[in-house]
């Protein structure tokens, strides 16, 4: 039972046996006393008989010595559980501090928590936001042609763009540039064709570029500026036709397969030297606080963004509707909307409906307008070939984006901005 007990209160089976060992031990100690015990006072007793001659001489010499003897008997009686007690407090001292030998079981105490370490993150080049995936952050963006017509709308995976750039086209519209990278939707569209302000877009942010098709005088220029090709005719396997839109709003692409095609074509799909956007908290103190933004490109484009301080972002409506991206089905949104300034010059060249097309130059240095976190900062945008734009105030201190997704506004001079 002594064992059961022991085991249970965290003394090994093999503590428990010692145990039940160091008991028989004492036991047969103690037997052994009482025998010599009972020996000594037999061997008394045959003594008093040979010395005392008469019955009641003996009986008394008997009962002196017997009292005496009987009380030597109870100090060993006394001191043998004594000394068994000492024995087995010694016995449990040594199994609680000593190791049992040939490896027997102990009681281990318990491993320190070793805190791990903490993870290494990466940041995303066109958002800003931390990501723990080295790989990824080195993905080339994919840059899509995405169509903003009222046939159009809504659109899908616009809300998973990390950067949209809004540049007028012919006709009053507006079309979308939208730079995938931190996302990448199994679907978007409608896609649409390309325009001149593409060949600075793209190489601005290394992208492969897809698109439906263009004008000829497009088609030469992309060629030309060497812009990696991932159109509708050069990568149809990825490309689609919906059913629920007529043509030619019904083009839509699966963009998670586009970095496999292009690796197949032999084009570049990782880069160590994509060029950031700027990120970081506002050291400024000239701005003025604006809730709402009304811009028109001079058409049909009535276009609106409202800051909403409980998300965190600027909601989109266009028309007096909100656009919603079918995709989430939910408001398009972004953290940033920065609008630039831009020189539109009208080409020769004319749409299929006969309106004029435009050559966009997003190089060189312009006035800007960023709005972020409610407020609007009055700067100027600053780019080349290579570089996407850089945002600075007027002593030429930079004007860092809020970490999210970015709308850029490419304004015509005739168009025109308001804010509440």
């Avoid at 199994?186 to 896609?191: A, F, S």
């Avoid at 095609?261 to 000239?286: E, N, Q």
Wanted: glycine share 10%.
């Amino acid at each position: 039972m002594v064992a059961a007990v022991l085991s249970e209160t965290g003394f090994g089976p093999d503590i428990s046996n010692a145990w039940d060992g160091t008991v028989a031990l004492a036991a047969s100690s103690v037997a052994i006393v009482r025998q010599q015990s009972k020996k000594r006072q037999n061997e008394t007793n045959m003594k008093a008989r040979s010395n005392y001659g008469i019955d009641m001489g003996r009986a008394n010499g008997i009962s002196c010595v017997t009292g005496g003897n009987t009380r030597k008997a109870r100090v060993a009686r006394l001191c043998v559980p004594i000394i068994i007690l000492a024995m087995l407090l010694s016995f449990m001292g040594g199994c609680r501090t000593s190791a049992p030998a040939g490896g027997g079981s102990t009681r281990e105490a318990p491993a320190p928590v070793v805190p791990a370490p903490p993870q290494e993150t990466f940041t995303w080049p066109f958002t800003g936001e931390e990501t723990g995936d080295p790989f990824a952050v080195r993905n080339v963006p994919l840059s899509v042609k995405i169509e903003n017509s009222e046939a159009a709308r809504p659109q899908t995976g616009l809300n998973a763009a990390d950067v949209v750039y809004e540049t007028m086209v012919e006709g009053g519209e507006t079309r979308f540039n939208c730079i995938f990278q931190s996302r990448l939707p199994g679907e978007v569209g409608p896609v649409r064709s390309a325009r001149l302000s593409d060949l600075w877009i793209v190489p601005q942010y290394q992208g492969l570029f897809f698109y439906s098709g263009a004008n000829v005088d497009v088609v030469r220029r992309i060629k030309e500026a060497g812009l990696p090709d991932m159109s509708h005719s050069a990568a149809s396997a990825i490309y689609h036709r919906v059913s629920f839109r007529a043509a030619p709003h019904n083009l839509y692409l699966k963009l998670n397969g586009g970095h496999d095609i292009a690796s197949a074509k032999g084009m570049t799909v990782r880069s160590d030297k994509l060029s950031p956007l700027d990120f970081g908290p506002i050291k400024s103190d000239s701005s003025v606080t604006a809730s709402a933004i009304t811009l028109n490109f001079g058409g049909r484009s009535n276009i609106r963004w409202d800051w909403n301080a409980e998300q965190g972002v600027y909601l989109r409506s266009q028309g007096g509707k909100a656009l919603m991206d079918a995709m989430e089905d939910s408001q398009v949104r972004a953290k940033n909307v920065a609008v630039l300034y831009a020189d539109y010059a009208q080409q020769p060249t004319l749409d299929p409906a006969g309106s004029p097309t435009y050559d966009t130059t997003l190089g060189g240095t312009g006035k800007a307008v960023l709005f972020r976190e409610g407020n609007k900062y009055e700067c100027t945008w600053t780019a080349d070939r290579n570089t996407p734009p850089k945002l600075t105030d007027a002593a030429g201190n930079p004007i860092p984006l809020n970490p999210g997704r970015s709308w850029f506004e490419v304004l015509p001079a005739r168009g025109s901005l308001q804010t509440e």
